[in-house]
Nanobody, 121 residues
């Protein structure tokens, strides 16, 4: 099982970045995919999550931390086994290591190694 994040880097306040997380070794479409972040000295926090889309009820659903609503957007491509996080209007307080997570209540969960995002002028 592998989750490989990419797309992090240094960006100025107000800028944008798009993170990608490529998954392999498990049935991607069966998992809820999430992005978490951890800033120095702080606990890891949920940034955004997207359901698998395989539920009968209503396609994919998303959830965002209040601090990123309206600025970040999570999406997934089940054909490519990839989840994305589009981050716009970045702020210095968004600086953190961003982690990809795959979770299933029956199958367990997996973590990527993280990618650094630094927002600074």
């Amino acid at each position: 099982v592998q989750l490989v994040e990419s797309g992090g880097g240094l960006v100025q306040p107000g800028g944008s970045l798009r993170l990608s997380c490529a998954a392999s070794g498990f049935t991607f479409s069966n998992y809820v995919m999430s992005w978490y972040r951890q800033a120095p000295g702080k606990e890891r926090e949920l940034v955004a999550a997207i359901t698998s889309g395989s539920e009968i009820s209503a396609g994919e659903m998303t959830n965002y931390a209040d601090s990123v609503k309206g600025r970040f957007s999570i999406s997934r491509d089940n054909a490519k086994n990839t989840v994305y996080l589009q981050m716009n209007s970045l702020k210095p307080e968004d600086t953190a290591v961003y982690y990809c997570n795959a979770a299933s209540p029956l199958l367990g969960d997996y973590w990527g190694q993280g990618t650094q995002v630094t927002v600074s002028s």
